[in-house]
Nanobody
């Protein structure tokens, strides 16, 4: 079985920074694309950023220039550096991978449990 565990959320003032981590575990052979999503109160979950195994990145327009996604393939860990945070960035942030290959099989659409980011003065 494979698990994604997010960490690093918290309370921050507007203009501040946070770094989220997403650690994958479970006898992993390979993880392809990984991504961050977020869900604000009363809104649908939305895509934030994604990174391919080779390092190519994509960002939602709302976070471009402020957020940076990265990954350490050796550690099966993905990061999201969030700078210049705004109140509208307040949400539960989830990590996701559409496909991960492990010693026990291939798993599709794996999600973490989420970590709360609150941006407020």
């Amino acid at each position: 079985q494979v698990q994604l565990v997010e960490s690093g959320g918290g309370l921050v003032q507007p203009g501040g920074s946070l770094r989220l981590s997403c650690a994958a575990s479970g006898n992993i052979f390979s993880i392809y694309t990984m991504g961050w999503y977020r869900q604000a109160p009363g809104k649908q979950r939305e895509w934030v950023a994604s990174i391919a195994s080779g390092g190519n990145t994509n960002y939602a327009d709302s976070v471009k220039g402020r957020f940076t996604i990265s990954r350490d393939n050796a550690k099966n860990t993905m990061y999201l550096q969030m700078n210049s945070l705004k109140p509208e960035d307040t949400a539960v942030y989830y990590c996701n991978t559409p496909r991960v290959v492990t010693a026990t099989g291939t798993y599709l659409e794996v999600w973490g449990q989420g970590t709360l980011v609150t941006v407020t003065s």
